[in-house]
């Protein structure tokens, strides 16, 4: 499985879903976020700066968009294991979309996974912080997007 497997978002969620639904219990699918968060795409050192680090997350974040309106995309990376399967899920709902497919998609993933309730204050604004970086660079390509008309 990679990033941007599935071809839109609301199919990436649901295969999410459906992962997560194989796990009996939280212990087995925090393991499961760790092993996600290993298959990132290698993230060079010389982007860990502070120019692409994402503040509001106690864990270091480091996340870089590319692309332009019809197609942005995402690389990140996480010092932490269980913040990497974090990144790796948004990730795969969010990079390789175009701008408008982003903001009209809600990660209902994580309310339906129950990851809302299994996570701790700090990684639940770090998960936030994630979430609104990517919408706004959303927004601000839809913006360059208007502007350059």
């Known amino acids: 499985m990679s990033l941007a497997a599935e071809p839109t978002a ?5 295969a999410i879903i459906e992962e997560f639904g194989f796990f009996g219990d939280w212990t087995e699918r925090y393991q499961y976020l760790i ?3 290993r298959k990132l795409p ?24 590319e ?4 197609q942005l995309r995402f690389r990140a ?3 932490s294991a ?15 979309r175009s701008a408008e497919e982003i903001l009209a998609t809600q990660p209902d993933y994580i309310a339906a996974i129950g990851l809302s309730k ?9 998960l936030a912080a994630l979430l609104a970086f990517i919408q706004d660079t959303a927004r601000q390509a ?7 008309r």
Not at 142 to 148: C, E, K
């Open 35 to 37: 092993d996600l968060g």
């Open 42 to 65: 290698a993230f060079p050192d010389e982007w860990k700066t502070d120019e692409h680090r994402l503040l509001g997350c106690q864990s270091m974040v480091w996340i870089v968009p």
């Open 142 to 148: 839809i913006d360059t997007r208007t502007r350059g």
């Open 10 to 14: 609301a199919e990436a969620q649901a």
């Open 82 to 96: 269980i913040v990497s399967g974090l990144i790796f899920l948004a990730l795969r709902v969010y990079s390789h």
């Open 67 to 70: 692309g332009d309106v019809s």
């Open 77 to 79: 990376v996480s010092d």
């Open 118 to 126: 299994h996570l701790s204050p700090t990684r639940s604004n770090g």
